[in-house]
Every structure is written in C-alpha cells, then in structure tokens.
C-alpha cells in the first residue's frame, strides 16, 4: 500500500512538472511592432535592425524606413518579455516610440503584464500596446499618467512590470 501511494505521489508531481512547463511554453510573444524615435537616415535603422538580430529568437526583422517601424518576427516558444526589446533599441542609440505586441492570450495571464483598460482578449492571439515610460514617447507618458492616475502600479516605474493596453 505504501509503495503504491509513493508512485501516486511520484505521478501527481511529474504530472505537475509538465503541466507546468507546457503552461509556460504557451504564453509567448508572437510578433513584436516598434516604431523608434530618433532615426534620421537608413543607417540608423540599419542599428536597430542588427541589434534585433543578435536575439537568436527573432526569426525575421522588417523595416519601414518611411514610418520608422521594425515588424519583429519570432520563435515559437520564446519566452521573451518586452523588455528585451527597449533594451536593444536603447543600444543602438535610440528609444521607442510605440509598442505592440502580438501574443498568445495566456501571455497576459503571467504577474508582470498589468492591464489598464478594460479590453478582453478573444482570439488565438491578441495585440497589445505597452504603455509604460520607455516604451512611448516622453509626451505620451505624460498624458498616459494622467489617463491612469487611478491605477497605483503606473506612476512607479517597476521596469518588470509591463502596463498594457488591449487593442484588438
């Protein structure tokens, strides 16, 4: 009896471990569009782009010269966070000016994702902006504090915690 208990047991915390690795691998960053601020030529552009590229979980990067947007395509599986990104950005020399993200809906569901409006997510994937200092302009900051005076997390500046904003 009690060797059959021990193997229940044993079961019951692989059975855990699986399920929660599988939950995990669920919630993933799809897609990632970041408009940057501060480029003035291709060559600027040409910075960014490589700095993405040095993330061996990009698959593919595209350029939008005339709105200084980087379309960022990536693994499935990868458990990037948006923080990634600034930090890439930041080291070419630039900031970002807007950034959505297209995610699976569980992503949303991990402790550093804060929504602040009331948008559901429906679908196979969602897209959400976040809205957080560093992640829009200084100008859009400023009028967001204001929007979300009321929620208590936004004015902190907790660089791992992400304030999004469901938009689809």
């Known amino acids: 009896m009690k060797k059959i208990n021990k193997i229940n047991k044993v079961r019951v915390i692989v059975a855990s471990i699986v399920l929660m690795f599988s939950i995990k691998s669920n919630a993933q960053i ?3 569009e970041i408009r940057a601020t501060g480029l003035t030529c291709s060559m600027c552009s040409n910075a960014i782009n490589k700095q993405l590229k ?3 979980e990009v698959v593919n ?3 939008d010269l005339n709105t200084n947007t980087f379309t960022v395509t990536l693994t499935e599986g990868n458990t990037l966070s948006p923080k990634v990104f600034k930090e890439k950005v930041e080291k070419a020399g630039f900031f970002i000016g807007t950034l959505v993200l297209t995610a699976k809906p569980e992503t949303i569901t991990q402790s550093t994702y804060i929504l602040v409006n009331n948008n559901t997510a429906n679908g196979t994937e969602i897209q ?7 992640y829009v302009t200084e100008k859009e900051f400023k009028k ?3 929007s979300y ?7 902190s500046n907790n660089e791992d915690d992400f304030h999004i904003k469901i938009l689809n």
């Not at 005076?149 to 004015?155: C, F, G, I, L, P």
């Open 30 to 32: 799809v897609k990632a």
């Open 54 to 56: 040095t993330l061996p």
């Open 61 to 63: 990067v595209e350029t």
């Open 128 to 134: 959400f902006q976040v809205v957080d200092k560093g």
């Open 144 to 146: 967001l504090s204001k």
């Open 149 to 155: 005076k009321n929620v208590e997390t936004y004015a």
